[in-house]
């Protein structure tokens, strides 16, 4: 202890109490002493800060030039010869006193400012540690141990100690949880209140359903099956859109699981919440009828301009494409990037004939064509212009002029 400064056990507490490798720890300690050796000796000093990890102790040699013993002009960088050869006989006026600085060098006072620095460095090592950690896990799916239960938001601890923050605005309606439940959530974001990094959590965040669904369904994870979008209202309806690049892969069933397995576990953590998943297209028509599943549509008038969308469908089914509290129909405009307006079918009457009826006059993937937009009938296919026609089913201007003609010799209109 008198040769060397063995500062990891004087100073015992900071590795008991603070998550730090001994290595940083005893990079902490060299640059607090560096500091309070230029505040005693001065900047002039010279010093050697030598730091041994591996035995936990800091040695600090301090080195003076031997001047005449008149010539000593500051006595934090020179010694008279006449105190030099005290300390070795064979010194001579021009070499360099090495000598070693011993705890008990420093005063009392010096023990504790020392001992403030070293708290207020390890306080601001941690913050800066706790901030990068977090701010390089944004999105990513952490488990903590609830610790304190409050109105406004809930304090959880994660596996190293760290507290993380999971306000009301980032619960699940029907959240409920007590001290000593475990809590999985994704990191939303990470903030600075005076000084001090404060990381919150959310479990309403799209993110969060991605990231159970990584968990939970091995072709997500390994990166088969692609989540292009996530719209939720946080426990009570969510839609997912994905797209599977392997043709012998059926996204959707493939999220599902065999009868439901794979989601539900999905669900349950959702507390209950409503999950459609959604098979990707690039044909917008056929993405809005998609994303107002489970209703089924008549009918769609697109507005590209003004990202707008009036469809159309049996009475029985406004109901569901609207759906409880307008979550369903509020969710698949998000999720389409339309403003979706739902319209009572007034063209579809019992006189109207259903589209697979002209099978005989057309293959069936050109009557799948006019089906995947929303024309399944006779009428449906009137209701839309022949330029819209010909614009969304990308068929040959040929093809619809036909389908045209034989709609209206059927249902014996003009």
Not at 104 to 130: G, P
Request: charged fraction near 35%.
């Amino acid at each position: 202890m008198e040769d060397n400064l063995n500062l990891i056990e004087t100073f015992a507490e900071f590795k008991e109490f603070k998550n730090i490798e001994r290595e940083t720890l005893m990079r902490i300690l060299e640059d607090v002493f560096r500091t309070t050796l230029t505040k005693k000796y001065g900047p002039d000093a010279n010093f050697e800060v030598i730091v041994n990890v591996d035995r936990g102790d800091l040695e600090i040699q301090r080195y003076r030039e031997i001047v005449e013993d008149d010539e000593v002009e500051n006595e934090f960088t020179q010694i008279a010869l006449s105190e030099a050869i005290k300390i070795e006989p064979d010194f001579e006026v021009g070499e360099e006193v090495m000598e070693n600085v011993r705890l008990s060098d420093f005063a009392r006072r010096e023990i504790l400012v020392l001992r403030q620095n070293l708290i207020s460095k390890i306080m601001e090592y941690e913050k800066n540690m706790i901030y990068a950690k977090y701010e390089n896990r944004i999105g990513e799916l952490i488990t903590g141990e609830v610790s304190q239960v409050w109105r406004k938001e809930i304090l959880v601890i994660d596996e190293d100690g760290v507290e993380l923050l999971l306000p009301k605005s980032e619960q699940i309606p029907s959240d409920k949880y007590k001290k000593g439940d475990t809590l999985s959530a994704v990191v939303n974001r990470v903030e600075i209140k005076g000084a001090t990094p404060v990381i919150i959590i959310s479990r309403t965040a799209p993110t969060f359903l991605e990231r159970l669904m990584e968990t939970e369904i091995p072709e997500v994870y390994d990166g088969l099956i692609t989540i292009k979008n996530v719209v939720r209202s946080p426990g009570e309806r969510a839609k997912v859109l994905v797209e599977s690049f392997d043709d012998r892969i059926d996204p959707v069933g493939a999220c599902v699981g065999m009868k439901g397995s794979r989601i539900h576990s999905i669900v349950r953590e959702l507390r209950n919440e409503n999950i459609d998943v959604i098979n990707y297209t690039v044909n917008n028509t056929l993405l809005i009828s998609r994303a107002l599943s489970p209703a089924k549509i008549s009918s769609i008038q697109i507005d590209e301009e003004n990202k707008t969308a009036n469809v159309y469908m049996k009475p029985d089914q406004v109901s569901l494409a609207i759906g409880k509290g307008g979550y369903n129909i509020k969710l698949a405009s998000r999720l389409a990037g339309y403003e979706i307006d739902v319209f009572r079918d007034d063209i579809i009457e019992e006189e109207d004939v259903d589209l697979d009826e002209f099978s005989d006059e057309f293959d069936q993937w050109v009557i799948d064509a006019f089906k995947n937009i929303g024309c399944d009938t006779a009428k449906s296919v009137l209701a839309l212009t022949r330029e819209e026609l010909i614009q969304r089913t990308d068929l040959e201007e040929e093809t619809v002029d036909a389908m045209i003609a034989s709609v209206k010799n059927e249902l014996d209109v003009d």
